[in-house]
Nanobody
Framework: QLQLVESGGGLVQPGGSLRLSCAVS????????IGWFRRAPGKEREGVSC????????NYADAVKDRFTIYRDNARTTVYLQMNSLKPEDTAVYYCAANRAAGRCSLDHTRMTYWGKGTLVTVSS
């Protein structure tokens, strides 16, 4: 059973940066697409970024494009989300999720099979 554990959340001022980590165990990342999702207070869960199984392609929501970067380590056990130029509207619980779909990854949370428990990011002065 694939297990995902997020870390790296916290309180940051507007304009600051955070790096979230998603530690993956119980499976080989070469067979899973990974996505980052978030749920802000009072809002629906939304896709933020994803990476395909091969790692060759990524996708970003318009709201975070050019500010966030998804990547994974060479050992392929951890997927990161580097978040720069953070805004108050980025405040949310961030989740990583996975599925075994091949091809281009999806930002549709209904397509994900495995989920972590989330990490809270608060952007506030």
């Amino acid at each position: 059973q694939l297990q995902l554990v997020e870390s790296g959340g916290g309180l940051v001022q507007p304009g600051g940066s955070l790096r979230l980590s998603c530690a993956v165990s119980g499976g080989d990342l070469n067979y899973y697409a990974i996505g980052w999702f978030r749920r802000a207070p009072g809002k629906e869960r939304e896709g933020v970024s994803c990476m395909s199984r091969s790692g060759a392609s990524t996708n970003y929501a318009d709201a975070v494009k050019d500010r966030f970067t998804i990547y994974r380590d060479n050992a392929r056990t951890t997927v990161y989300l580097q978040m720069n130029s953070l805004k108050p509207e980025d405040t949310a619980v961030y989740y990583c999720a996975a599925n075994r779909a091949a091809g281009r990854c999806s930002l549709d949370h209904t397509r994900m099979t495995y989920w972590g428990k989330g990490t809270l990011v608060t952007v506030s002065s």
